[in-house]
């Protein structure tokens, strides 16, 4: 049986692809769309979508949770919105897959105890591409074994910040089970300022930005006479899909709130 | 306090970095050898270890261990008679860690019973470089998300067999977890037979020699927009030590034999 | 002063990306396009440029070239009409700059005549990313001194020939100069039937078919203690563009037909 | 015809490897090795070397010289000898192949107007792996397309100095022909200081240092849509001995002086 889906934020760039992924996947069916305009109108109506598209949007959730029985609701918006959409799903016995981040602590522990209440699975994740998150994961059981560690994250040069926030997160993980140590010669010297990279607990982390590059990372663990890479290139948004996929399909079998993708691969 | 350890082997190619590692390591101590030659003489002197090495070797087991209070047998020998002295250390009850592989299945399950019988542990391990245990490790791991992947193993032009035999064991791993699938486009065509590498259920192998590469391997996943590579680069035996000194303090916690290092990290 | 330019094919893949980069470069000029329909018609009054595009369309090429004085003329449409619109060019002393390929050696012979006579340049390149042309011509280079080479080309998996022209190119250029070789051990054995890849002349090729893969190509050379990787990432066909540019400044300094970027690179 | 060389330095690391190498090539032949100690003893009297190494060691260089009619002289030893050495050589018309660096610029003239004097080659190379000598010939060729470039070096963790030499010299070639240019996005911030790397004239270098690495380095160079790398793995000292050996064959067909291998490739 297929499982039916209310996606929130279809305009946006990810939600534009959740729109091609949820309707081409043969056991997703996507019942009904939210958006803050276009009420009344249909996908199909819209610019970009293909003309028959006839999934209603509407502005008002609760309207769409009365007319639509949905098993799942995703999630693609901003945070404030975000929020008191996953609230709402939860009251109406909707399973949330929310995509957005920067929930507060409150927020969480609110959203926690309703899901268990409602007995309904609710899958928070800050970041959908399946295969960052494994890189993450296979980093902190390698860093068990392997205390020196180095991260290269590489990046089109149109991109502000450095490190990027997958190479902290990875970093944060890692010293989570790494017992901390100053890598290196006691005595290495930078002939050059900044050669030996970012320091975050004896750590480091290498910054690249070139065009031509898209989002890659590199964590490399090195042992005597030995190394172990592992290794993630994300070439665009279609790697989300993989990921939102699985998470419509895993929150039908929680009966909590689950935060992170990581906590399910 | 320090384990008291009994190596056998000492003379060979890892027996001898074995003897390096155990004597560096401060919380281990080398009480004696086991050799089929030298009875009675004592490693400092052997022409290759260093003069103050007085670490006495024997040619009878059973001799050796009524000498020598001993906490762990190490046993870098050959299969014909790894087996044997396994035996024998574990009635002594001490513990084996065996690097030997050859083991037929019984002889596995008589070791495993005799284990049990004397509550002790035993580690038979065909591989005990760390990272290329936890690559296969991984590669099981990702190959549940992504079906689709490929293999790349490089070596050295001396190497005789294509592929190696991490690369097949690899594929053998993923196999385990992997819906099974033809990979590639349906009529995908070869203009250079061979092109596509070794086909194993529709996974594919690549084998690359050339002289400066040493023993390296590369196991990439691929899903929409994005891919993950998790890749092991050896560069000489040093690289085993650190898998024999993880086993080597595992093992003292154990009460059964455990095959492959992959069952311990 | 800005170089004028006339371009055919502005509805293609190419001639779509080609349009965007003569209009974003201050010292190139678009006068005008050629194409099969919409003749009359501004660039700006087709659906897929934006509105303010004012070049004019035209379907009969001694037409446009008699309204509008143009130095360059790019051709990125089909061998069919490749071949006549570079000889009308040439007789109206406008320099051709040509992305079609398949042109017969009669055909090449004639035209290299014809720009001679003319004294005007002329750049016929089935290949504009140069990226991919310095990885030719570096691998060209080094096979001089490392007769002992492997090609590794990776690729999403709807591409249906393996190896990839690319790849044959490189191992046909590097044949140029290497001294003929059967590599890896003389009695090395495949346990895996095709795990040492397609074999040309002695050097090996491998290809590799992924879902996230784009276009991707290593030649690794091996020699003693050390290997030299030259290798190219294309992402999506913006890595052409560079390529016509270069040509387009090149040929108003030509007096004469080349044949490849590789020969002015 | 054999080439009959002379080795300065035979003891040293570099020194040893190059006995191996010149005594298994069938074109060569060692008539005698300049050492500052062991005069008149033989390669095959010293501990390191195999018994029957007939060579014999001198400690004064003109004695050596008029005994033994030599082709070429390979002088692996330091600065301050190998000036002399190599002057001695030219004045005996032996044709000095140097490996040893720190020569003064007033030194190197002197020698430049000796070998054109006596008609010999004499090449000065501070670097003999022509995987590395490719690699920043390549680089160098490829910044003239690509203004876009960053390095990254990594070696083991015994390294004092970062970033390496290699790295800064690549990045010295880069500068003669990149048209000068601050990569990345005009606001970028680093969140954690060195993330970034060291700042050479607006280009990026970063270095690794982990156990298990020996020494390597990759350039990458970025451009719209396309990567291009060029990378340099060096396993061991072996990978100096092709370079030298290209070196004794070419300085034959010299009549002046060559600084630098990149010139001769």
Known sequence: MAINIILAGPRGRMGYEAVQMITNEESFRLVACL?????????????????????????????????????????????????????????????????TTGFTDEQLSELKELAKEQKRGCIIAPNFAIGAILMMKFSKMAAKYFPDVEIIEKHHDQKLDAPSGTAKKTAELIQDVRESKKQGHPNEEETLPGAR??????????????????????????????????????????????????????????????YGLENLL
């Open 35 to 99: 958006d803050h305009k276009h009420d009344g109108l249909t996908l199909g109506e819209l610019e970009q979508f293909r003309d028959d598209l006839q999934v209603p949007i509407y502005t008002d959730f609760d309207t769409c949770l009365k007319q639509h029985q949905a098993d799942v609701f995703v999630d693609l918006t901003i945070p404030e919105v975000g929020y008191k959409h996953t609230k709402t799903a939860l009251q109406y016995k909707v399973r949330p897959v929310v995509g």
């Open 197 to 258: 990279g970012a320091d975050m607990n004896g750590m480091r982390i290498h910054s690249m930005r070139l065009p031509g590059l898209v989002a890659h990372q590199e964590v490399i663990f090195g042992g005597a006479g030995q190394t172990l890479t592992i290794s993630h290139d994300s070439m665009n948004r279609a790697s989300f899909m993989d990921g939102i996929k699985e998470c419509v399909n895993q929150v039908m079998d929680l009966e909590e709130l689950v």
